[in-house]
């Protein structure tokens, strides 16, 4: 997803900055780029449906830490029904005004930043926790914590993909033209989250190792 992104986003910045329709209409790049295009839509779908299975691993992991807790994975679901709500509305809203920049659509799309960071900081410490006192409980016959290198894994994704979440975020309640590009930037990490999660545990790289 990651990939098929660099290279839309490489076509969308091919037709806005060479395109002689584009160009040769005054400010007609910053134009076309702060318009609803098809290939806007692409991106941001990929974007959105990117965390979106970032959110059901976690998720799928919390679920598992915490023994299978039924209750607190539907909390979790509901949380996300909500993120993915606030998602949806805003694009909504921006396709059917055709302005990016949508004065409504950036209200909702505050909210859809914090639900996200909430998500992402409970999803994480949850996890943290979890194998925090697993480790704990077990250091009488183990001698030491044996899921620490787990530990360091999840709270460095972690801090990673929420930097990244905070960033694009002030970036867009600033209105400026770096807003509509963080959310390109912002994909990378929301891949590399994941995939840094199952190569880091599934090799045993240990904290002190990396």
């Not at 076509?11 to 584009?22: E, F, H, I, S």
């Not at 926790?129 to 001698?143: I, K, M, N």
Request: aromatic share 12%; proline share 3%.
């Amino acid at each position: 997803m990651a990939t098929a992104h660099i290279i839309i986003s490489f076509l969308y910045a091919l037709q806005g900055l060479t395109n002689p329709a584009v160009i040769s209409v005054p400010n007609g790049s910053t134009l076309y780029f702060a318009s609803v295009t098809a290939f806007w839509s692409t991106l941001t779908g990929l974007y959105l449906f990117n965390v979106l299975v970032l959110h059901f691993l976690l998720i799928w992991r919390f679920y598992l830490v915490w023994n299978r807790n039924l209750i607190l994975a539907i909390i979790l679901l509901i949380l996300e029904v909500g993120h993915l709500s606030t998602a949806l509305a805003a694009w909504a809203i921006v396709t059917h005004s055709g302005v990016i920049f949508e004065s409504t659509a950036l209200h909702i799309a505050t909210a859809l930043f914090i639900l996200n960071l909430v998500l992402t900081i409970c999803l994480t410490t949850g996890i943290a926790y979890r194998l925090w006192r697993a480790g704990v409980d077990t250091f009488g016959l183990t001698g030491h914590n044996a899921y620490k290198p787990a530990i360091y894994t999840i709270i460095q994704c972690g801090e990673i993909y929420t930097s990244s979440i905070v960033v694009i975020c002030v970036l867009r309640l600033s209105g400026k033209p770096a807003g509509l590009v963080a959310p390109y930037v912002g994909i990378q990490f929301a891949t590399l989250t994941p995939l840094l999660l199952i190569v880091s545990l599934e090799f045993g790289v240990r904290h002190d190792e990396a």
